[in-house]
């Protein structure tokens, strides 16, 4: 029975090659169109944009600022609370004098300041944008070639009217 089965399998095998044959060529064709093939992909990219606005600010923005004339209104004031100040609170009294004088500048340098301007004030602001990537995956050939105009996919790029070399495979077989 093993020879039987041995015997079959071989006939089958060997009958099976008889009955097809398959033959390759090296043809020529003509480039007669290419398309670009693209891919899209989208991420999101931060950028450092500039926003703008108007807002209202004083004319004067010195105000705070302790300048010269507080200085002389802290001497004055000094000057006023030494006077004014006794045995081992003189010092003391010079002290808070000093503070009350270049307070009271401060405070007259804000009164003056009741000006108000609007003015566009900018700043730096991190943004989030998405931005779509278009990247080139391959190109669509569509080549003339033993009489017929046939479309493959291809990474290389050509130009229209190119002569590129292409194998043929043709199988017979009997059914």
Do not use: W
Request: aromatic fraction near 6%; glycine fraction near 10%.
């Amino acid at each position: 029975m093993l020879k039987n089965f041995l015997l079959y399998g071989s006939l089958i095998l060997l009958t099976s090659n008889a009955y097809s044959k398959t033959n390759f060529y090296q043809v020529t064709g003509s480039i007669s169109s290419v398309e670009v093939l693209k891919t899209y992909s989208t991420q999101k990219v931060p950028r450092n944009e500039k926003r703008c606005s108007i807002q209202r600010v004083p004319v004067n923005q010195d105000a705070n600022k302790f300048g010269a004339d507080n200085f002389i209104g802290a001497l004055i004031g000094g000057a006023i609370g030494n006077r004014l100040g006794e045995g081992g609170g003189k010092s003391g009294a010079t002290a808070l004098g000093a503070l009350i004088g270049s307070e009271v500048v401060r405070n007259d340098k804000a009164a003056a300041n009741q000006t108000f301007v609007e003015k566009e004030v900018c700043r730096i602001q991190k943004v989030m944008h998405t931005e779509t990537i278009e990247r080139v995956s391959g190109y669509r050939l569509v080549i003339e070639v033993d009489g017929e105009t046939i479309s493959l996919i291809s990474n290389r790029s050509y130009s229209p009217g190119d002569l590129i070399t292409l194998t043929k495979k043709i199988s017979y077989s009997l059914n």
